[in-house]
């Protein structure tokens, strides 16, 4: 065990050097573990090192998962240290949404799944420039060479993309098999449409990976929201609007009924359970076709529409398609004991919802199939909930290392007269708490992080003037906001604390809540060189 070759710094902070060895001795048993330790402890270093030391010498490779970009780029920054002392091979990748240049393909998707969608046509029908450019000889030659020396982030490859017009996640895609660690958002092990293909990419299956997951607690709520799905009558409406342009008479006639069937069911309840057996029963009772064979024609039409459209040059959007899709999710769950459906909201706001109540589903085959897995967090407990949540063995070690820091290094302040509770969320409420805010971030010197229970909380604190109570500059972490954008605000809000500070208003459980190192020259942040 050489956990010191593969440690990035000089000496290990307390507990460390035991998180490190833990690692080793679960891989090397092909077991599972959990670490819970707090944050600014250095847990990713010292992972690295445990996990490094066993898999170069073992043949076998690391696959790092991670909530947010920055727990990413965080990975690759601890590797480029460790790579001054020992050459290793590593690439982050981000969503395929987030890595595209394509601004046409962008513009035309609803989510990630559509985006994968369009991008399968877009390159299928070479009509993606930039995908062609990729692969004309010699274009990304040094790029790849350098990175058999150099770990490269996801940001590194999307910068060369828009300044050289090549795929930022063709570029990575080619580095993938020949990189001993590879780190990417949780979706590339979790969504069932990326899974195949992501692992095909890696040139190995699971088995030969050790998986090391990073705020791990996030990930049943991660695994759940990918399961789930949502339709509005407003999609509806849009796709009775295509079907009507397309002179397509039956889909209008099938979608206008479920928009119908939407609006005449239901009491006047917020939320409440959708029947899906009678909708289909109605559906049948009305067409004489199951929801199935409807959904599939949607989808069919859909596919036919976004094809038309792209090789016209136009946005390939069809919401006839997106209609077809989430039929036939709701088809394929309905009696199944880990969805419910759910109908909410009035006229336009009306909604169905599948609701995912089991992550296990998507996560599972991780703890079923890998080599070994690591999961890490600040907060892991309950252990069995998270245990019995993702479906680890019983098998499963647990290590948990202390906080480094006295409690003379942590201030602590509680104000009682102040609440989120939803019926008192008014703005003499808000604008107390912005008072509040404002004057304890005026009186601390460098910057400050707010982060509020949610982005209506978020937007309640603003309304309640915590703008005209502080007098520092604020940065809004905007839920609409880019990644890229968000990227370029937290550093630029970085440089202020040493500029009489500032204040960032962000989202508890949001991408800037974990996984981010907030350096100020007053209150220099704990690191693991400590
Ligand atoms: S090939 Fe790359 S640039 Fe083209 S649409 Fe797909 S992700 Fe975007």
């Given at each position: 065990?050489?956990?010191?070759?593969?440690?990035?710094?000089?000496?290990?902070?307390?507990?460390?050097?035991?998180?490190?060895?833990?690692?080793?001795q679960?891989?090397?048993?092909?077991?599972?573990?959990?670490?819970?330790?707090?944050?600014?402890?250095?847990?990713?270093?010292?992972?690295?090192?445990?996990a490094?030391?066993?898999?170069?010498?073992?043949?076998?490779?690391?696959?790092?998962?991670?909530?947010?970009h920055?727990?990413?780029?965080?990975?690759?920054?601890?590797?480029?240290?460790?790579?001054?002392?020992?050459?290793?091979?590593?690439?982050?990748?981000?969503?395929?949404?987030?890595?595209?240049?394509?601004?046409?393909?962008?513009?035309?998707?609803?989510?990630?799944?559509?985006?994968?969608e369009?991008?399968?046509?877009?390159?299928?029908?070479?009509?993606?420039?930039?995908y062609?450019?990729?692969?004309?000889?010699?274009?990304?030659?040094?790029?790849?060479?350098?990175?058999?020396?150099?770990?490269?982030k996801?940001?590194?490859?999307?910068e060369?993309?828009?300044?050289?017009?090549v795929?930022?996640?063709?570029?990575?895609?080619?580095?993938?098999?020949?990189?001993?660690?590879?780190?990417?958002?949780?979706?590339?092990?979790?969504?069932?449409?990326v899974?195949?293909?992501?692992?095909?990419?890696?040139?190995q299956?699971?088995?030969?990976?050790?998986?090391i997951?990073?705020?791990?607690?996030?990930?049943?709520?991660?695994?759940?929201?990918?399961?789930?799905?949502?339709?509005?009558?407003?999609?509806?409406?849009?796709?009775?609007?295509?079907?009507?342009r397309?002179?397509?008479?039956?889909?209008?006639?099938?979608?206008?009924?479920?928009?119908?069937?939407?609006?005449?069911?239901?009491?006047k309840?917020?939320?409440?359970?959708?029947?899906?057996?009678?909708?289909?029963?109605?559906?049948?009772?009305?067409?004489?076709?199951?929801?199935?064979?409807?959904?599939?024609?949607?989808?069919?039409?859909?596919?036919?529409?976004?094809?038309?459209?792209?090789?016209?040059?136009?946005?390939?959007?069809?919401?006839?398609?997106?209609?077809?899709?989430?039929?036939?999710?709701?088809?394929?769950?309905?009696?199944?004991?880990?969805?419910?459906?759910?109908?909410?909201?009035?006229?336009?706001?009306?909604?169905?919802?599948?609701?995912?109540?089991?992550?296990?589903?998507?996560?599972?085959?991780?703890?079923?199939?890998?080599?070994?897995?690591?999961?890490?967090?600040?907060?892991?407990?309950?252990?069995?909930?998270?245990?019995?949540?993702?479906?680890?063995?019983?098998?499963?070690?647990?290590?948990?290392?202390?906080?480094?820091?006295?409690?003379?290094?942590?201030?602590?302040?509680?104000?009682?007269?102040?609440?989120?509770?939803?019926?008192?969320?008014?703005?003499?409420?808000?604008?107390?708490?912005?008072?509040?805010?404002?004057?304890?971030?005026?009186?601390?010197?460098?910057n400050?992080?707010?982060?509020?229970?949610?982005?209506?909380?978020?937007?309640?604190?603003?309304?309640?003037?915590?703008?005209?109570?502080?007098?520092?500059?604020?940065?809004?972490?905007?839920?609409?906001?880019?990644?890229?954008?968000?990227?370029?605000?937290?550093?630029?809000?970085?440089?202020?604390?040493?500029?009489?500070?500032?204040?960032?208003?962000?989202?508890?459980?949001?991408?800037?809540?974990?996984?981010?190192?907030?350096?100020?020259?007053?209150?220099?942040?704990?690191?693991?060189?400590?």
């Amino acid at each position: 065990m050489e956990i010191e070759k593969y440690f990035p710094y000089s000496s290990f902070r307390k507990g460390q050097k035991e998180i490190a060895i833990a690692v080793y001795q679960t891989i090397e048993e092909k077991g599972h573990l959990i670490i819970e330790g707090p944050s600014g402890l250095g847990k990713t270093a010292a992972v690295l090192a445990g996990a490094l030391s066993h898999v170069i010498e073992n043949n076998v490779r690391l696959l790092f998962l991670a909530r947010t970009h920055r727990e990413l780029e965080r990975i690759i920054d601890e590797l480029r240290l460790i790579s001054t002392k020992v050459p290793v091979s590593g690439v982050s990748l981000r969503g395929k949404l987030e890595m595209c240049v394509n601004l046409q393909v962008i513009e035309s998707s609803f989510d990630h799944r559509s985006h994968i969608e369009l991008c399968n046509l877009a390159v299928k029908s070479s009509k993606c420039e930039y995908y062609n450019h990729t692969y004309e000889k010699g274009v990304v030659d040094d790029f790849v060479r350098r990175a058999a020396e150099f770990p490269v982030k996801a940001s590194d490859a999307y910068e060369m993309g828009r300044f050289q017009n090549v795929c930022p996640y063709e570029l990575i895609r080619i580095l993938l098999p020949s990189s001993k660690i590879v780190a990417v958002s949780y979706m590339y092990l979790v969504n069932p449409i990326v899974i195949k293909n992501f692992i095909k990419n890696l040139g190995q299956d699971l088995s030969n990976f050790v998986v090391i997951i990073d705020e791990a607690h996030n990930l049943p709520d991660f695994a759940s929201s990918v399961l789930s799905d949502v339709l509005s009558i407003r999609s509806l409406r849009e796709a009775v609007n295509e079907a009507e342009r397309y002179n397509q008479r039956e889909l209008k006639e099938y979608i206008r009924f479920i928009i119908n069937f939407l609006e005449s069911i239901g009491n006047k309840n917020d939320e409440e359970l959708f029947n899906t057996r009678l909708f289909m029963d109605e559906v049948y009772a009305e067409f004489g076709l199951s929801l199935n064979a409807i959904a599939d024609q949607c989808r069919m039409y859909g596919e036919e529409i976004k094809y038309q459209l792209l090789i016209s040059g136009k946005h390939p959007r069809s919401y006839i398609h997106r209609v077809g899709e989430f039929l036939l999710r709701l088809y394929d769950t309905v009696d199944q004991k880990s969805y419910i459906h759910i109908l909410s909201g009035k006229a336009e706001k009306r909604t169905v919802e599948i609701v995912a109540l089991d992550p296990r589903e998507a996560v599972e085959h991780i703890f079923k199939e890998a080599l070994a897995t690591i999961s890490m967090s600040g907060t892991m407990k309950p252990l069995e909930a998270y245990t019995s949540i993702v479906g680890i063995p019983e098998s499963v070690k647990f290590v948990e290392v202390p906080s480094p820091f006295s409690e003379e290094q942590v201030l602590t302040i509680i104000i009682k007269d102040v609440t989120t509770k939803y019926e008192l969320r008014e703005t003499e409420m808000y604008e107390r708490m912005a008072r509040l805010i404002a004057q304890i971030a005026i009186n601390t010197p460098g910057n400050t992080g707010v982060f509020a229970a949610s982005y209506e909380v978020q937007r309640g604190l603003l309304d309640g003037g915590l703008r005209n109570f502080l007098s520092k500059p604020l940065f809004i972490e905007l839920q609409e906001m880019s990644s890229k954008d968000n990227d370029r605000m937290i550093q630029e809000f970085k440089t202020m604390g040493d500029k009489g500070g500032a204040m960032l208003l962000s989202v508890q459980g949001g991408r800037n809540s974990e996984g981010e190192d907030y350096p100020c020259l007053l209150y220099t942040s704990p690191s693991p060189r400590d």
